[in-house]
């Protein structure tokens, strides 16, 4: 609704203008510092319009592209930012799963003394001891 009510705006505004322009025709000097012209109104008054018209153009333009650049230069640091999260997760996933083996290895090797134990054993022994034993 916003966008519609400016369009309403600015038929409005040139419609204004060009009404006080073809109100407007007599001829008229204009003095641009090194010459001196004469032109009727109309032209004055509408070339004056575009030319303000132009510069608001080019400003807003400009505006847009600094706009512009800097979303294109935000959305590559949340990249960035993203890629180095999942690099920080993969790290400590990985970290993870070797505490995990280590984990694992540590349970198998207890389990082991466990059943030595309960077969009779009363003495901590060593892993080598313990292969030994279940090989026989």
Not at 3 to 17: C, H, N, Y
Not at 34 to 43: G, H, S
Not at 107 to 132: F, H, N
Request: charged residues 25%; hydrophobic residues 45%.
């Amino acid at each position: 609704m916003r966008e519609q009510g400016k369009l309403i705006f600015s038929f409005i505004l040139v419609g204004f203008i060009a009404v006080f322009s073809v109100i407007n025709i007599r001829p008229t000097r204009v003095n641009f510092g090194f010459a001196e012209f004469e032109f009727p109104l109309i032209y004055v008054i509408l070339g004056s319009a575009v030319v303000g018209a132009l510069i608001v153009g080019m400003s807003l333009f400009s505006s847009y592209w600094k706009q512009r650049k800097k979303i294109k230069r935000l959305e590559e640091e949340i990249k960035e930012a993203e890629q180095g999260v999942e690099g920080k997760v993969l790290a400590s996933g990985a970290e993870l799963y070797a505490q995990i083996a280590a984990k694992d290895q540590k349970i198998v090797e207890l389990e082991r003394q466990v059943k030595i134990y309960a077969e009779g054993y009363t003495q901590p022994i060593q892993l080598s001891d313990i292969d030994e034993h279940i090989a026989d």
